[in-house]
T-cell receptor, first 112, second 115 residues
Framework: QKEVEQDPGPLSVPEGAIVSLNCTYS??????FMWYRQYSRKGPELLMY????GNKEDGRFTAQVDKSSKYISLFIRDSQPSDSATYLC????????????FGAGTRLFVKA | DVKVTQSSRYLVKRTGEKVFLECVQD?????MFWYRQDPGLGLRLIYF???????EKGDIPEGYSVSREKKERFSLILESASTNQTSMYLC??????????????FGSGTRLTVV
């Protein structure tokens, strides 16, 4: 079993839809949680970073962490064609040193 | 605008060649990383460094080595390139986790093809 599971998609939605992207994890020692967006032929860029259970909002993006269920989500409101990208979740273990584990990424298409 | 710069976007090398991938960051970050990204496998950590002249093996170090002579520069070396090293290589830098603005800053990647 992978430490971080993420559905690869692809996920296709119409413009304006609410998008829900999810990751599950198995290790309760994960402390920090991040979402990255990666456009084609580019490196990933950080979207959201959080370290506690609950919601964190930034514009049209909301990151949600449920540590009891070992589940994180990224919601995109009023999705736009420019949101079409691959979204990677990432989590950090603190085991003396810090280790980041990435999900495999979900490919999102937003149709105009 | 903070940046991680990788020296080449596309590279084609022959089997057996020694290949150098260069990465420079201008953010004074302590930590630097090299990943490869392959379809279906996601990002896999090759090597990382928490300080100058320091290096640690990641999950897939075989066939690779690294050099960090200066804080801003982290080089990945393929000692003898093989076709199974054809991949997208991503360099990243960060401060230690826990700060308000923690996160990796990635370069744009180097698409390496070994023929």
């Amino acid at each position: 079993q992978k430490e971080v599971e993420q559905d690869p998609g692809p996920l296709s939605v119409p413009e304006g839809a609410i998008v829900s992207l999810n990751c599950t994890y198995s290790n309760s020692a994960f402390q920090y949680f991040m979402w990255y967006r990666q456009y084609s032929r580019k490196g990933p860029e950080l979207l959201m970073y959080t370290y506690s259970s609950g919601n964190k909002e930034d514009g049209r993006f909301t990151a949600q962490v449920d540590k009891s269920s070992k589940y994180i989500s990224l919601f995109i409101r009023d999705s736009q064609p420019s949101d079409s990208a691959t979204y990677l979740c990432a989590m950090i273990l603190n085991t003396g040193g810090f280790k980041t584990i990435f999900g495999a990424g979900t490919r999102l298409f937003v149709k105009a | 605008d903070v940046k991680v710069t990788q020296s080449s976007r596309y590279l084609v090398k022959r089997t057996g060649e020694k290949v150098f991938l260069e990465c420079v960051q201008d953010m004074d970050h302590e930590n630097m990383f090299w990943y490869r990204q392959d379809p279906g496998l996601g990002l896999r950590l090759i090597y990382f460094s928490y300080d100058v002249k320091m290096k640690e093996k990641g999950d897939i170090p075989e066939g690779y080595s690294v050099s960090r002579e200066k804080k801003e520069r982290f080089s990945l070396i393929l000692e003898s390139a093989s076709t199974n090293q054809t991949s997208m290589y991503l360099c990243a830098s960060s401060q230690p986790p826990g700060g308000v603005n923690y996160g990796y800053t990635f370069g744009s990647g180097t698409r390496l093809t070994v023929v």
